[in-house]
């Protein structure tokens, strides 16, 4: 395993002391060093969703999610909790199980084996299949384990090559000091968006805010649609990595005819327990006790 040092690179007195570092190319690259340092790892998150509006019946919602991981291999278990009718009756519980062993990718979800879709294996003969058949916690602990757990692109080149994004001034986001980053609107036909990142340097270069904005061309029962998900509270751990403890996630819906956006979802995610850069047994990987 890589030495914890060594992946904070040529920027470290910048990158310790909190400060912008100079260059477009230096801050990028402090932007993936955040997204990379997390090689393996265990996760306990917990998610609590309130609806607001039509669907406000609904709330809450409560979803578990535990996330192991070695920067290969990666298993993911999430338990939800569902409002059931009439009020008050136990909360129906939903479980959903995502195993990649390095070979291939098990998916175990119980609600779906009456229709024969309970235990779904995939054989994996390229990483770039990953993103579509596994799924990461909810919340901004996305931006730290996406490139180990799913083999996409880091967050800096994903900013820059992806979606071609470009800093756009500085702005303070629950009392952190952030870099703005805003993509060009992607034109998807019938819909259009923009996405907008908030990079906090003094928390190394972690992603502190994000935003995805969508517009739809009538006719249709929503024309607007923003999601927020913003760092509410930060942790760290022993060695000084920056973590997202609490992330809070609004969403506003604008339908046709209405004068203006209103708030229709909130989940708070929490990171309830966490483990970085930790060996992991093999047992974890293996489809025993399924």
Known sequence: ????LVL????????????????????????????????????????ETAFFGQE?????????????????????????????????????LETLRF??????VIKDEPSQE???????VTAVTDLAQLPRLLSLPQGLLDAVVRAQVIHDALLGDA???????????????????????VGPTMDHGSWQSTYTWWIAPQKGYA????????????????????DVETVEQWMQTEDGFWLPEVTVKRTYIQNTGA?????????????????????ISDEVFKVSGK
Request: charged share 25%; aromatic share 6%; net charge neutral.
């Open 1 to 4: 395993m890589k030495s914890r």
């Open 207 to 226: 992603l502190a805010q994000y935003a995805d904005e969508g517009t739809w061309t009538p006719p249709g029962t929503a024309t607007y649609r923003k």
């Open 56 to 92: 406000a019946a609904s709330s809450p919602e409560t979803t578990e999610e535990e996330l192991t991981f070695d920067g290969v291999r990666s298993r993911l278990e999430r338990a939800i909790q569902r409002p059931t009718e009439p009020v008050g009756s136990p909360r129906r």
């Open 159 to 181: 900013l820059r090559g992806v979606y071609k994004a470009k800093q756009e001034g500085e702005e303070e986001v629950a009392g952190v000091h952030c870099l703005r980053f």
């Open 8 to 47: 904070f690179p040529i920027l470290g007195t910048l990158l310790l002391a909190g400060k912008a570092a100079g260059t477009a190319d230096d801050v990028i690259a402090s932007i993936n060093a955040h997204a990379r340092y997390v090689e393996s790892g265990r996760f306990l998150v917990r998610t």
């Open 99 to 104: 195993l990649f062993d390095g070979e291939k």
């Open 114 to 120: 009456f229709l024969g879709l309970g235990h779904e």
């Open 259 to 279: 004068a203006e956006p209103e708030l229709r979802r909130v989940d708070t995610t929490t990171i309830l327990s966490s483990a970085v850069n930790i060996p």
